[in-house]
């Protein structure tokens, strides 16, 4: 084992307190870096003025730049940001980037002025809607990521699948490191998840969960026209949504307005919950997952589900199918067949017992010390030094 402590930047766009995925996983792997006694400072956007520009949150060392009063989407211009980088990757011995990101190229040139190395962790291919000026973006986009990963060591990705069908990481491929995420979750509270059962199905009646964002990628309207086959099963079957659901650079709220509407007496919408163990009891609360997206690379609340002893329907996607594929707990559908998912939410709902494994054997699988392990290796390889 290698004793050597490191100095690691990680270099992103949202960090503490905005919460997604892919910042949840960036979390585990810095402040399990600390707990090992590694330095690991944060360089992202102050992306609500409130926030400090400089704290320490749980041993990882946090540095805001404030970006300009305008964005594109959920992008951010920060005119600091090339000479803060530069500054702290002196401080640092390998510098850690998320892609897709506007700022990849501008990141590997200054890792070659400060001989640096950049080892970036790839959450997903840019997929934007159609349309030219969506077309000008992703092409953009993608010069600058592919820029930077012809230089970079290696890439990490999420699993072999993934890498072996993403545009991203093909150009690439023999360089890519198939790391699962990061994935902690607490125990259920047995009690607490048959009082939130109770609360959203007083009659007894399934309740079948959502986890994730209200965005058009993940197709929640597939899910909520899946009760009209659910509902042959199960007539007063519920769907409970866990995640933010109006959000403003999104209008996909308002796109399925109707829909929403339309099945309205059978919907519950929790909004954005950030508290781990109300995750942990809402998964327990409910029957079975379900993530009805068109493109996935994981979404790690499929293993939080089952270490949770929830089953899931995913659909059949690159990357997204690993969880099912890997563990046999819970089954894959075609992308968007409303119909399709419904029968396999009802054949869940007929078998549980089939689709259920031990939690031991779940987190056996997806190992977070693993993942853990795997990075720290990866950054003692590639630090500054090269020991």
Same mark, same amino acid.
């Given at each position: 084992m290698n004793e050597r402590k490191l100095n690691v930047l990680i270099c992103l766009l949202y960090y503490l307190p905005h919460r997604t995925g892919m910042q949840l996983y960036i979390q585990r792997i810095a402040e399990e870096l600390v707990r090992r006694g590694?330095?690991?400072?944060?360089?992202?956007?102050?992306?609500?003025?409130?926030? *400090?520009?400089?704290?320490?949150?749980?041993?990882?060392?946090?540095?805001? =730049?404030? /970006?300009?009063?305008? &964005?594109?989407?959920?992008?951010?211009? #920060?005119?600091?940001?090339?000479?803060?980088?530069? %500054?702290? #990757?002196? *401080?640092? +011995? $390998? $510098?850690?980037?998320?892609?897709?990101?506007?700022?990849? &190229? =501008?990141?590997?040139?200054?890792? #070659?002025?400060?001989?640096?190395?950049?080892v970036p962790t790839h959450h997903g291919d840019l997929i934007l809607p159609a349309g030219l000026f969506n077309r000008v973006i992703t092409a953009i986009m993608f010069a600058m990521y592919r820029f930077m990963a012809w230089?970079?060591? &290696?890439?990490?990705?999420?699993?072999?699948?993934?890498? +072996?069908?993403?545009?991203? =990481?093909?150009?690439?491929? %023999?360089? $890519?490191?198939?790391?699962?995420?990061?994935?902690? #979750?607490?125990?259920?509270? /047995?009690?607490?998840?048959? *009082?939130?059962?109770?609360?959203?199905? @007083? +009659?007894?009646?399934p309740l079948i969960g959502y986890a994730g964002r209200f965005?058009?990628?993940?197709?929640?309207?597939? =899910?909520?026209?899946?009760?009209?086959?659910?509902?042959?099963?199960? @007539?007063?079957?519920?769907?409970?949504f866990a995640g933010q659901y +109006?959000?403003?650079?999104?209008?996909?709220?308002?796109?399925?307005? /109707?829909i929403v509407d339309k099945y309205r007496d059978h919907l519950i919408f929790l909004g954005l919950k950030d508290d781990m163990q109300f995750m942990a009891d809402f998964f327990a609360a409910i029957d079975v997952l379900a993530l009805p997206s068109d493109s996935e690379c994981f979404a790690l609340v499929q293993v939080e589900a089952m270490l949770c002893g929830t089953p899931v329907v995913m659909t059949d996607t690159p990357?997204?199918?690993?969880? $099912?594929?890997?563990?046999?707990?819970?089954?894959?559908?075609?992308?968007?067949? /409303?119909?399709?998912?419904? %029968?396999?939410i009802n054949r869940v709902l007929a078998h549980p017992e089939s689709f259920t494994k031990p939690h031991d054997e779940i987190s056996a699988v997806f190992s977070f010390e693993e993942t853990v392990n795997r990075y720290e290796q990866t950054f003692w390889e590639y630090a500054v030094d090269g020991r």
């Open positions: 590694h330095h690991v400072t944060v360089l992202c956007a102050r992306h609500k003025p409130e926030l *400090q520009r400089d704290e320490t949150i749980n041993g990882v060392r946090i540095v805001r =730049l404030t /970006p300009l009063p305008f &964005a594109v989407s959920r992008g951010m211009y #920060m005119p600091a940001y090339p000479w803060a980088a530069y %500054k702290l #990757m002196r *401080q640092h +011995d $390998v $510098v850690s980037i998320h892609t897709p990101m506007l700022e990849t &190229a =501008l990141l590997s040139v200054l890792g #070659m002025l400060t001989g640096r190395r950049i230089r970079a060591p &290696a890439v990490i990705a999420y699993s072999e699948d993934y890498a +072996d069908h993403s545009y991203y =990481l093909g150009p690439v491929r %023999k360089k $890519v490191r198939p790391i699962y995420p990061p994935i902690t #979750m607490p125990r259920p509270n /047995p009690e607490r998840a048959a *009082q939130l059962r109770a609360e959203w199905s @007083p +009659d007894g009646a965005v058009q990628e993940k197709r929640p309207d597939v =899910l909520i026209r899946a009760l009209d086959e659910i509902h042959k099963q199960h @007539p007063n079957a519920r769907i409970v +109006d959000i403003p650079y999104e209008s996909t709220w308002e796109l399925y307005k /109707p990357g997204g199918r690993v969880p $099912v594929s890997a563990t046999g707990m819970g089954l894959l559908a075609p992308k968007g067949d /409303p119909q399709a998912f419904g %029968k396999a």
